[in-house]
């Protein structure tokens, strides 16, 4: 018994002694030959390095040297922090970074990095479907459900079943479903070559002729069609927070709204009023966003599904008109309503969603009147306020991209196009500012899903670039990326699944995960916060030992833990906002033409 415990602290204390004190962090996926390469070394110590090694990740051997580190000081409890520059290293192969006796995990160099990443995302949208979830292989949630707030069809049953989950519960927004929606549509417009047919229009295995992203895109506006069954008729969400009483399977409902265990479920009317049938009520001001949100949607699909449903692209661009005009008759914000809990999506803009679907109309039906309008209201907001903030309320500034900016910068018209791109810079300056003196040029606020801001920040970067050709804000969207792949304090890609062999969220709080045991692949989980947020939720635990624990500050905090609903929870909505960016640097891995240092 002595020798075993002699044994027992011989391995022990020199652990303890030489615990790992500095990192390097990279991004897990990999990088395109041509693309900005920056790794970041952090330290519990004080580092001075002056160079650093690039190896061969099978033979070990030095292939590359780099001098190029900035230094950024102490940051969020590390004593040092730099920035490792090896843009200038190009050659294909797979590699691994060193300084002193610290590596960086191994990366691939390849103008295939981001090879079917964006169809991967897909695999967590098609988990979100409701009415049929094929990751089940089951259907569920078949009697949605019972009107409220509409004195004329109040308990009323109407037929709302599809769409999909919002996140690891089991509601339906149509805030989060029609931009998820527009988002999955809008990369496949810009980017069609990039995605696949290898599933139905069910999400089930096997070809049908149609682009998976767009069979997907249809399972929601099929849903959406039934939430605006007619004009001036519509339906913001289906259930409430009652959902969150206990994890479960979605084809195994046991919540009780008042119809009976699992036997339908609140269908809220859009009233331009503020609502809440239990203890706490939101503060709806009008009608605009949700509406707005609709005709955006529906006229982006009237245009893409012509080709595959004409008769469908007929129904939903005569909604989309109609739905527009609606949106102007009560101008003001619907946001989501609640039951037991005070967490809401307290969305305080719409002008944004007004310009999208005016500009969206424009492009549909070439009214030049749309176009005067979606000019008007992009100038009320020239800027997202949260880029630049150092905090928001939850899902305040949402969408969290105006990619009605975008396409008004792309008019060709000179003043039109000249104006918004001013705004495109504008938002993209502040985010810059706010992050340029730390190591990962992060400046975007840590609220609740601030890995959604780091997806529109990069959105809006890549697309600024693509128009203009200037590389102002070309480092912090690699940063940003990067951040989401590894490039962080915790090491992590925030992407279940992604890359296959990294490190990613294990225990995501998600109840099918939680109740099946199977990874959820693709989804984007909601990513750090500050940590007085998270000591401020509602029913936050850990239920595990923090792996990330050395990692963690009073500043930030970010756990691989199910009962953090805060920082590890994928969405419907930042996981499809992905969908642009990945398909545009596969896109752009294509196009890179063979340099010196390639094969």
């Known amino acids: 018994m002595k020798l075993k415990s002699f044994i027992l602290i011989f391995f022990i204390i020199p652990n303890l002694i030489f615990a790992q004190k500095s990192w390097i962090r990279i991004n897990q996926l990999g990088y395109l030959q041509n693309s900005i390469k920056v790794a970041v070394l952090i330290s519990k110590e ?57 590596n960086s995990p191994t990366f691939r160099i390849n103008n295939d990095v981001y090879n079917g990443t964006a169809d991967f995302l897909l695999k967590y949208i098609r988990e979100q479907q409701e009415g049929y979830n094929p990751f089940l292989r089951d259907s569920d949630f078949t009697h949605d459900g019972f009107v409220v707030d509409n004195p004329r069809n109040e308990g009323k049953y109407i037929d709302v079943k599809g769409g999909w989950a919002d996140a690891g519960d089991h ?46 895109a249809k399972w929601g506006l099929n849903w ?91 129904k939903i661009k005569i909604k989309a008109i109609q739905a527009y005009e609606f949106a102007k008759t009560d101008l003001g914000v619907t946001q989501t309503a609640s039951y037991n809990s005070p967490y809401f999506y307290e969305e305080s803009d719409y002008v944004d969603d007004l310009e999208l679907a005016a500009v969206q109309l424009y492009k549909t039906l070439n009214d030049p009147e749309y176009l005067k309008e979606a000019v008007y209201w992009g100038s009320i907001e020239p800027v997202k306020p949260w880029m630049g903030a150092d905090t928001a309320r939850h899902y305040q500034w949402y969408p969290f991209i105006n990619l009605g900016h975008y396409l008004l910068a792309e008019s060709s018209d000179k003043n039109i196009s000249k104006e918004f791109t001013r705004y495109l810079w504008q938002g993209l300056n502040r985010i810059k500012n706010k992050g340029k003196n730390n190591p990962f040029l992060i400046g975007i606020p840590f609220i609740w899903c601030s890995n959604n801001l780091v997806s529109a920040a990069i959105t809006q970067a890549n697309l ?115 969908a642009y960016y990945l398909s545009a640097m596969q896109a752009e891995g294509k196009n890179i033409k063979k340099n010196r240092n390639g094969k």
């Open 171 to 216: 509601l339906k927004y149509v805030t989060t479903s029609a931009t998820a929606d527009y988002q999955l549509m809008f990369a496949y417009e810009m980017n069609p070559g990039m995605f696949t047919d290898k599933y139905d229009k069910n999400g089930d295995p096997g070809a049908n002729g149609i682009p998976d992203i767009l069979d997907e």
């Open 46 to 102: 004080k580092l001075n390095p002056n160079s650093f090694e690039l190896r061969d990740a099978k033979t070990g051997n030095v292939l590359w040297k780099g001098t190029k580190i900035k230094s950024y000081g102490s940051w969020d409890g590390f004593k040092s922090t730099f920035r490792l520059y090896f843009s200038n290293f190009k050659k294909k192969g797979t590699y691994y970074l060193r300084f002193s006796n610290i």
């Open 224 to 314: 959406l069609v039934k939430m605006n069954p007619d004009s001036g008729i519509m339906y913001n969400q289906v259930a409430d927070d009652r959902d969150h009483t206990e994890f479960r399977l979605p084809d195994h409902d046991s919540v009780n709204y008042g119809y009976g265990k699992g036997l339908g479920r609140p269908v809220y009317f859009v009233t331009g009023k503020r609502q809440g049938i239990g203890k706490y009520k939101n503060r709806t001001t009008g009608v605009s966003s949700t509406a707005a949100k609709f005709a955006s949607t529906f006229a982006l699909g009237a245009r893409l599904l012509k080709k595959y449903y004409p008769n469908f692209a007929k």
């Open 464 to 578: 600024y670039r693509k128009i203009t050709n200037d590389t102002t804000f070309a480092e912090m969207e690699a940063a940003l990326r990067d951040w989401l792949f590894g490039v962080n304090p915790w090491g992590t890609s925030f992407i279940i699944g992604l890359p296959k062999n990294g490190v990613y969220p294990s225990d995501p709080h998600s109840s099918i995960f939680l109740i099946t045991h199977r990874q959820i692949d693709g989804g984007l989980v909601d990513g750090p916060v500050y940590g007085t947020i998270f000591k401020r939720l509602v029913g936050l635990k850990l239920y595990k030992p923090d792996k990330y624990s050395e990692f963690q500050s009073k500043y930030l905090v970010y756990h691989d833990d199910h009962g953090d609903y805060s920082t590890n929870e994928p969405t419907l909505d930042g996981t499809a906002s992905l």
